[in-house]
DNA sequence: CATTGTGAACGGGTTCACAGCA
DNA sequence: TGCTGTGAACCCGTTCACAATG
């Protein structure tokens, strides 16, 4: 637990896939599991498995395994995701209207607070409950409501634009939509969601 | 070129990255690139650029660096998109819908042939230019139309089950929207795509 | 006595540094 | 001269193997 050196970003995106599989077991009422079945069900070995949760502190019991519970409120302390955070949804296009529909995120901890655009025939309209706003009103509105993190579904074109707009307001975090890469200071979190890039990951191996 | 030994599979994730990079260079007219301005675009090394490049041949020229329409080239053949891939989508639910209807696949590469579902409240009625084929179709229109990649979009309840009976009908790659890790044969190729997964990630170093 | 937690060994991916070449 | 291609060094994540323990 004392940790002088950080705990290394690898390990941090394996828990909220231990996470998931806790919860699955948690779901059907397990109460307790352990390092080698949760390996089997993930394809992740067992020895690894320990040594990432003994990273966080001792969690598990000899001859016994990990409580679930216990296991689930630890990780979602790490990970932060005690609580709900606010997220705002950038890009009022298709897919972002799909996302703004999409019940997922809600219940899971995340919740999408509002919807911006800059194009002017959607303006006012409304997705849901959401009602478009302009992007002109995103830097008060991030700033007001302490929002950390955006998703962002914008047209390639202007992603980075847009992503650098929304860090100068306050933005912390982009799950970005788009297909292209950002470049943003350090400490800005990024993370890419493409799914054409693992489709073409996958053709390697096909055939 | 003379792969005893295959290429290490993080390798082959990254070049999509590349391709992506590359084809927006492309799209503004630039003909020349180097490993350099690549590593900045992407927020990777130049020398992993050349180093993973030079695993499938002699791509550059020294001094002055990677033709980009040759290159693009290049990686398509690699990574076996130098042609079109039929999908089928299997899961008509809120998020099928919403992918269904998204354009972004088409004109990149791959193709969503057919929806199937196995809720008969909805099979035969219509998405775009979809109508909603019933699961116990899949098999035979798998293998009729040589179908290798499924988008999977069913519920996390039944994802697992859906999986085996596409791997059994043929079906040699999937991308899974639900939130659970699917157990399968070797040699099936497995992509997940959950949001959920990289916000939970991005929360930890939030605050 | 089954299973965790962990130092040590291992393996492999990344970086370095420079020879080679247009 | 400028940039690629690449062996060697380095670094870091994974696996191993076993002591510790409820």
Same mark, same amino acid.
């Given at each position: 637990?004392? =940790? ?22 948690? %779901?059907? !009422?397990?109460?307790?599991?352990? %390092? ?5 069900? +993930?394809?992740? #070995? ?7 949760? !003994? ?11 990990? /409580? @679930?519970?216990? +296991?689930?409120?630890?990780?979602? /302390? ?7 955070? =606010? &997220? @705002? *949804? ?28 800059? /194009?002017?025939?959607?303006?006012? #309209?409304?997705? $849901? $409950?959401? #009602? @478009? +706003? ?12 302490? &929002? /950390? ?18 860090? $100068? !307001? ?10 292209? !890469? ?13 799914? *054409? ?11």
């Amino acid at each position: 637990m004392s =940790d002088l050196a950080p705990i290394p970003d690898i390990i941090i995106r394996r828990l909220p896939i231990y996470l998931q599989a806790l919860q699955h077991l948690h %779901s059907r !009422s397990v109460v307790t599991t352990n %390092s080698q079945e949760l390996g089997k069900m +993930l394809g992740i #070995s067992a020895a690894q498995i320990r040594k990432d949760l !003994s990273q966080f502190g001792g969690f598990g019991k000899q001859g016994t395994g990990y /409580n @679930i519970p216990f +296991l689930i409120e630890k990780l979602k /302390n790490i990970l932060k995701i005690d609580r709900t955070w =606010d &997220v @705002i *949804l950038v890009g009022a296009g298709d897919l972002g209207h799909a996302i703004a529909r999409y019940q997922g995120f809600q219940n899971r901890g995340f919740r999408i607070i509002a919807v911006f655009d800059n /194009n002017p025939a959607i303006i006012g #309209s409304t997705i $849901e $409950e959401f #009602s @478009i +706003l302009p992007v002109s009103q995103a830097r008060d509105f991030i700033q007001k409501n302490r &929002v /950390n993190i955006a998703l962002l579904t914008v047209p390639a074109s202007s992603a980075q634009e847009a992503a650098e707009f929304l860090v $100068e !307001s306050g933005i912390k975090a982009i799950l970005n939509y788009a297909p292209i !890469s950002l470049l943003l200071p350090e400490g800005i979190q990024v993370e890419y969601l493409d799914p *054409l890039l693992q489709l073409q990951h996958m053709t390697y191996y096909l055939e």
